[in-house]
Every structure is written in structure tokens, then in C-alpha cells.
């Protein structure tokens, strides 16, 4: 079963998008996936690049600060919490937190630390986007995520 569920994710990973809206439906009836599940992935998917810029209004200094000398880190850092939060969808309606594991957390620390990339203020940022997913989508869909930024947060820590 869980198999099923992430080979279909696996193909939208691949094009890097989030499960559109016949998937899901698929995947609710196919694996008795919770309706507040399913809505929360659309209503996320729906609303990510908002979710994103506020979390990295909310979270980061402007480029040019001592955080975040360069136009390119700052980008790395939106693309990053782009990833996050699609990676951490997957895994919600998975209901699992492997996927995390292995296509997210594997390596990344050691990444991060090598480029000297703050953990800190990256779980800062990953924080900063679970509060905004709730104010952005409803306290429901953000009650469905969190445990999966908490995944992310716990990983970098
Ligand atoms: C870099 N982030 C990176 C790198 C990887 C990831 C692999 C090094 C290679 C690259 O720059 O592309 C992360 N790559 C991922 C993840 C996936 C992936 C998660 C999904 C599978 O494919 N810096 C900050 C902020 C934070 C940040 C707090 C944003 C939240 O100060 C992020 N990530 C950041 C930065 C770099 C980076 C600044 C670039 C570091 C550098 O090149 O100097």
C-alpha cells in the first residue's frame, strides 16, 4: 500500500510539483486517506508561494545583513523553504516521515554545516512557515503539517 503511495508521489517529486487534484482524490479513495488530508495538500499546494514569501518575510534578514551576505544565499534559502514545505506535504499525506528521512534529511546537516549554513536559522525559517501555513490555510490544514516541520526541525537539530 504505502508503496503505491509513494510511487505516485515519486512521479510528481520527479517534476518537482505537488499531487494535483485528481491524484489525490485518487489516492484518498485507492488508500482511505483522511479528507482533512487531502484538503490540507490542496489548500497548501494552492497557496505555496504565498506561504513561502511570508515565512521568509517573517524569518530572514534582507540580503546585504550579516545573515545573508548575497542575493545568491537569499535565494538558496526561498528555494530550500520551497523544499520544505513540498517535501513535508508528501510526507503528510503519506502519513509517514520517511520520505523526509531519506530524500530531505539524508546528508543535509552535514551539507548545511559544510557551507556554513546556520542550522539554527533554519529551523528558525522552518518555524517561521509552520506559523504562517496555519495563518495562511486554517489552523486545520496547519494542525495536518506540523508534525512534519517539527520532523525537519528535529532532523537539524
Ligand atoms: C545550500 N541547500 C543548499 C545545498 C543543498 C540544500 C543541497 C547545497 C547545494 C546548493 O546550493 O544547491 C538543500 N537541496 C536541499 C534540499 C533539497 C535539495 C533540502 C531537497 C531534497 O535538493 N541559509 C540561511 C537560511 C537558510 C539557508 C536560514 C534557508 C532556510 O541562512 C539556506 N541553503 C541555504 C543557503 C545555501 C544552501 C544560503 C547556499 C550556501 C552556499 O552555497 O554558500
Do not use: W
Request: with cysteine; proline share 3%.
Amino acid at each position: 500500500m504505502e508503496n503505491t503511495i509513494t510511487s505516485v508521489i515519486t512521479s510528481f517529486d520527479l517534476q518537482g510539483k505537488y499531487i494535483d487534484g485528481g491524484a489525490l482524490q485518487q489516492l484518498k479513495h485507492s488508500f482511505q486517506i483522511d479528507e482533512p488530508k487531502v484538503e490540507a495538500a490542496a489548500i497548501i499546494r494552492d497557496n505555496a508561494a504565498e506561504i513561502v514569501k511570508e515565512a521568509v518575510a517573517k524569518s530572514l534578514d534582507v540580503p546585504g545583513s550579516d545573515a545573508l551576505p548575497t542575493t545568491r544565499r537569499y535565494a538558496a534559502c526561498v528555494r530550500d523553504l520551497d523544499f520544505y514545505l513540498r517535501y513535508a506535504t508528501y510526507a503528510m499525506v503519506a502519513g509517514d516521515t520517511t520520505i523526509l528521512d531519506e530524500r530531505v534529511l539524508n546528508g543535509l546537516k552535514e551539507t548545511y554545516l559544510a557551507l556554513g549554513v546556520s542550522l539554527a536559522a533554519t529551523i528558525k525559517a522552518i518555524r517561521a512557515m509552520q506559523e504562517v501555513t496555519s495563518d495562511v490555510v486554517g489552523s486545520a490544514a496547519g494542525h495536518e503539517i506540523s508534525p512534519y516541520f517539527e520532523h525537519l526541525c528535529a532532523g537539524l537539530s
